[in-house]
C-alpha cells in the first residue's frame, strides 16, 4: 500500500478522468492506471465502473472516498507539523534531493557556498534515482531538485508550479581503463550499461547513439542505475561506463580511466516546488539569485557551474 495510490484515486475522483489525473499526477497513464488497479487489488475490491463515461465511483469507491480523504488529510497535517517543528529549530532547513551521482560531485561544494552566501543554515538531502527525486519535489516533501537535462529527455515539470535554473554544466563521457578491452568479432567493446529504463540510462543510450561513439556490445548491467558502481566496474576493467565527466575527473587526471569517445554536455539544473517552499525560502527571495551569481567560475571536479 502506497500513499500515491490514495492520492491517485482521489484526483480521478475528482477528474473521473484517467488521462487528466495522469497529467495532474506527473506519471504516464498507463502507469496511473496501473497504480489505481493496484489499490484495487490491495483494497479487494472494485472503486471504480469503467462501463461508463466519464467514469463512476462503485458503491465501494464512494465509501472508500471518505476514508481516502481522512487519510490523506490526517498524514498532510502530520508532515505540516514536522515541517513547522523543522522551521522553529535555531537553524534554517533546506530540504533538497539529487542523483546519486550530483550528491557526490555538486552538492557538498554549492551547499558550501550557499552557507557562504547566506549564513548558517541546514540541510536534508535525499539521494536517489531521477524516478524517486521527481516524485520527492512533486509531492511536497522536499523543496529543491537538482537532475541533469538533455534536451533529448524531457522533463515532466511545468514551468510555472516548478520553476527551474541551471546551475551548472557537465558532460558524459565514455570510460575505460587504459589497458586493451577485448573485442568481439565485430570489433566491438564491452559496454558496462544501466539498469533499462533508467535517466542515466536513457542519457547515456543517447550518447551512444551519436558520431565518433564506439561500436559496443553489452557485458554488464547495474540493476540500481548508480554511476558509482559502474565507475568501479570500470576501473576494474570490465568495459567501457558511460559517466559524468564530474564524477570520474580525478580517475582520468590520474590516468586511470581513459575517455574512449567525444563527450556529451549536459545542464545541471535546480528545480524548485513554488507551490510548497519552506518559509525560509520564501523570506530569501534573492536566495537562487545568489545560487547563480556566486557560482560563475570554473570547479575543478570537472563541473563548469554557471
Known amino acids: 500500500m502506497e500513499l500515491k495510490w490514495i492520492e491517485d484515486f482521489l484526483s480521478l475522483a475528482e477528474t473521473r478522468s484517467f488521462s487528466r489525473s495522469a497529467e495532474a499526477r506527473h506519471v504516464t497513464q498507463s502507469a496511473f492506471s496501473r497504480r489505481i488497479r493496484s489499490l484495487e487489488v490491495w483494497l479487494g475490491t472494485a472503486l471504480l465502473d469503467r462501463s461508463t463515461y466519464p467514469i463512476t465511483l462503485t458503491a465501494d469507491g464512494r465509501h472508500f472516498l471518505e476514508t481516502a480523504e481522512e487519510v490523506v488529510r490526517l498524514l498532510t497535517l502530520s508532515r505540516a507539523d514536522f515541517r513547522n517543528r523543522s522551521e522553529r529549530s535555531s537553524l534554517p532547513v533546506v530540504a533538497i534531493t539529487a542523483l546519486h551521482s550530483l550528491c557526490l560531485s555538486f552538492l557538498p561544494r554549492w551547499l558550501g557556498t550557499l552557507r557562504g552566501e547566506l549564513g548558517a543554515m541546514s540541510s536534508r538531502v535525499l539521494p536517489e534515482n531521477f524516478n524517486i527525486c521527481l516524485q520527492a519535489l512533486v509531492e511536497g516533501g522536499y523543496d529543491l531538485m537538482l537532475t541533469y537535462h538533455h534536451p533529448g529527455i524531457p522533463i515532466p515539470l511545468g514551468p510555472d508550479r516548478f520553476p527551474c535554473l541551471v546551475v551548472g554544466q557537465d558532460s558524459l563521457v565514455a570510460v575505460a581503463a587504459p589497458a586493451d578491452l577485448p573485442r568481439d568479432r565485430e570489433g566491438r567493446l564491452p559496454l558496462l550499461q544501466y539498469s533499462r529504463g533508467s535517466f542515466l540510462g536513457r542519457l ?94 570554473r570547479d575543478s571536479g570537472g563541473i563548469r557551474l554557471a
Open 204 to 297: 547515456a543510450a543517447i550518447a551512444q547513439a551519436r558520431e565518433g561513439a564506439p561500436a559496443t556490445y553489452p557485458v554488464h548491467t547495474n540493476e540500481n542505475s548508480m554511476a558509482e558502481a559502474l565507475r568501479s566496474m570500470a576501473l576494474a576493467g570490465h568495459g567501457v561506463a558511460w559517466l559524468p565527466r564530474s564524477l570520474v575527473a580525478g580517475e582520468i587526471a590520474a590516468g586511470a580511466l581513459a575517455i574512449v569517445s567525444p563527450e556529451m554536455s549536459m545542464e545541471i539544473r535546480l528545480y524548485r516546488s513554488a507551490e510548497r517552499a519552506r518559509p525560509f525560502l520564501e523570506q530569501h527571495p534573492i536566495m537562487l539569485d545568489h545560487m547563480r551569481r556566486s557560482l560563475r567560475r
